[in-house]
């Protein structure tokens, strides 16, 4: 179906309001609404079934941030957050890339890695050349593992052996299931390969097999997005576009080349793509290990995205990490609200999913930057932060807005101050 993902008036409407304009414009059903709707949507049986020791269940806001078009298609996105401006920012900068057409994405197959420790190898150079001799016998061992996923298109692609000669405990081989997992995140699907080869790769080796599990450091399930922007579309109230330009590229280039702000750089982008990782039910940890872990592929750690101006001075920037997204397994197929996550985006594959998700990063990034190099981070996210603050003041109902309002008009946006302001209001 397609819809404008334009809703200009969206953020002065109440939840329900909200709710109901998304429902007439995606075509929701009532179920689907009564979700949303009504606290408690997930069931306590069913957090019961999902981890262990269950005494309740613990709500976030989950809000949607409009104006993104990816590939020509305009989405909303569910964005499951506790950090005020996030979604405001996505919003902004969605919003600001729609002149030029949106973002572009891309992916490579859902290829994940399972590694097999194999320790106690007298010769291991020669065992490596024994395991890749032998690989159509270890690949057609690991499929047997997994018929449904043959059937699915899926599958044990390739093996790869890294060998360790000088490791601490001796020489030690590591053996890489390279498999394709189609539509899953894929950590049990790979695991069962890889437990299932291990008693062959021993017997091929002469070495014990150790450790039998994925890597999350998916560096072969790549996605990536790409954003244009031209300069007049970055004018401020008091900057030029251009300059904020050379802020962005300056900002990307300090986290380029120094650490300490590229963790926070990073975490920038986290903030766009781990909220839609929840919403959707997927394995944020998985996520967020892979990411970081992919940001020191050069040898230090460094910027994910990259930001630089094309021969006619338009702002690009581009994010390219691994992304390992399902859409079946996991809670993604077991909380109602994951699935209904996935109605909302009209996603088919976990690759689609997984190129949203950058897209949704490299807007945040581009939010963070923007406001960092130009009037700074503490107005836009102190002015909605307030409402925070002014809740856990205490403030209620139409003190709620006044309290907002008068400590974002004096830029003095404290608890301290909030509990005073609200004292003073009530007589006190
Ligand atoms: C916060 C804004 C967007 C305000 O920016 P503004 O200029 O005051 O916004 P505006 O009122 O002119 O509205 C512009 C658009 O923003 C969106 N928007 C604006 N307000 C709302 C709202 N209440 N609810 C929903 N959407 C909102 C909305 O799309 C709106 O367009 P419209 O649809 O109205 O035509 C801007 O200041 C901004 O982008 N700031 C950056 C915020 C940010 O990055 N937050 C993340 C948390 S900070 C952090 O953890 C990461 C960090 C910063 O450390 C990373 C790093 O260092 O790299
Ligand atoms: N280090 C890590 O990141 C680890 C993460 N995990 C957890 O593992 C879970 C994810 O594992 P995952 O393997 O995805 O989950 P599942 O094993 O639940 O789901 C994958 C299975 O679903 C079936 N399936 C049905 N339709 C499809 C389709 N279209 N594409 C692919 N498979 C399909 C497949 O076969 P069949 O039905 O035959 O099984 C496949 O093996 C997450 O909960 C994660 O937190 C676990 C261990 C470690």
């Known amino acids: ?106 992916s490579s197959a859902p290829l994940m890695r399972a590694q097999v420790q194999i320790i106690a190898v007298s010769d291991p150079c020669n065992a490596r050349l024994s395991l890749l001799r032998n690989k159509d016998e270890i690949i057609a061992l690991a499929n047997s593992k997994d018929q449904l996923l043959n059937t699915l298109g899926g599958g044990c692609r390739d093996i790869e052996v890294h060998t360790f000669i000088d490791s601490p405990r001796g020489p030690m081989l590591v053996a890489h299931l390279i498999v394709d997992v189609r539509d899953a995140m894929g950590a049990n699907t790979v695991n069962t390969m890889a437990e299932a080869v291990a008693p062959l790769m021993e017997q091929l080796t002469g070495g014990k097999v150790r450790l039998r599990i994925l890597s999350n450091l998916a560096d072969l399930r790549l996605a990536r997005a790409q954003l244009r922007i031209a300069p007049e579309h970055l004018d401020t109230a008091e900057y030029q576009g251009a300059e904020v330009i050379e802020g962005v590229i300056d900002a990307y280039t300090f986290a380029a080349i120094d650490p300490y702000r590229a963790a926070t750089h990073n975490k920038g982008i986290m903030n766009g793509i781990d909220p839609l990782v929840v919403a959707t039910g997927n394995d944020w940890r998985a996520v967020e290990a892979g990411a970081h872990a992919y940001a020191c592929r050069n040898g230090h750690y460094g910027s994910l995205t990259t930001w630089e101006k094309d021969s006619q001075g338009h702002l690009v920037g581009t994010l390219e990490m691994p992304m390992p997204l399902g859409l079946v397994g996991g809670a993604t197929k077991t909380h109602p609200l994951a699935q209904l996550s996935l109605r909302i985006l009209g996603v088919k594959s976990a690759q689609e999913l997984g190129e949203i998700a950058v897209a949704v990063g490299l807007a945040q990034n581009l939010g963070a930057l923007r406001a960092l190099a130009t009037e700074g981070i503490q107005r836009g996210h102190m002015a909605l932060h307030a409402r925070n603050i002014a809740l856990s003041a205490g403030a209620r109902g139409d003190e709620l807005d006044w309290l907002v309002k008068r400590m974002v008009e004096t830029r003095d946006v404290r608890a301290d101050r909030a509990q005073a302001l609200l004292r003073e209001k009530r007589g006190q």
């Open 1 to 106: 179906m397609s819809i404008d993902s334009r809703l200009p008036d969206f953020r002065n409407l109440s939840p329900s309001q909200r709710l109901d304009q998304v429902q007439r414009l995606l075509g929701l059903s009532a179920e689907d609404t009564a979700l949303l709707r009504d606290a408690g949507a997930l069931p306590l049986e069913i957090a019961d079934g999902m981890i262990e020791n269950v005494i309740g269940t613990f709500e976030l806001p989950y809000a949607l941030a409009s104006n993104f078009r990816i590939n020509g298609r305009e989405m909303l996105i569910p964005l499951v957050v506790e950090e005020p401006s996030v979604v405001a920012a996505a919003s902004f900068m969605a919003k600001l890339t729609r002149p030029a057409g949106g973002f572009q994405t891309s």
